[in-house]
């Protein structure tokens, strides 16, 4: 039950975008419910009653939602390895990658791609501390994989 309550609580913090991925609209609407309630106790049995919910409906899923959502996650962190990788290869120079963010990314825009790479690129030339606009194009490239 404790698993199932620590999935509840991920998904009543998780964004509007990470909730559209699950398939149990009556999971959605209890945690959208969750979200406007204020006080502790009736907070705590609305996570309880999600909990519920997944364990009833969708228990193989739970590890899924945790893995997901937990930050400290390994698809998390494969997640952030792959966009410090393409942030790295596109400021080098490689052709390559932008190709492969294309393809992974069909609706990138390319031409803001484009345009941060060239701003980090002379951003990373001149030495300007902080790198402003490296860390731009990584949450750029961040967003492209939350669509």
Partial sequence: M????????LLVNASEHQLASLDNQEIVTAIRQ??????????????QHIA?????KSPDT??????????????QQLQVRT????????????PEVFKE?????????RQQLRHLTRLAIAEQAEMRS???HYRKLFQYLQSLQRV
């Fill in 52 to 56: 519920r919910l997944i364990r009833v």
């Fill in 101 to 109: 963010i294309i393809e992974t990314c069909p609706d990138a825009d």
């Fill in 130 to 132: 902080p790198p402003v």
């Fill in 2 to 9: 404790l698993e199932f309550r620590h999935a509840a609580e």
């Fill in 83 to 94: 966009l410090e990788r393409w942030r790295t290869q596109l400021t080098s120079g490689n």
């Fill in 34 to 47: 969750c979200r406007k309630i204020t006080k502790g106790n009736a907070r705590k049995r609305q996570i």
């Fill in 62 to 75: 739970a590890e899924t939602y945790i893995g997901r959502l937990d930050n400290g996650s390994r698809y």
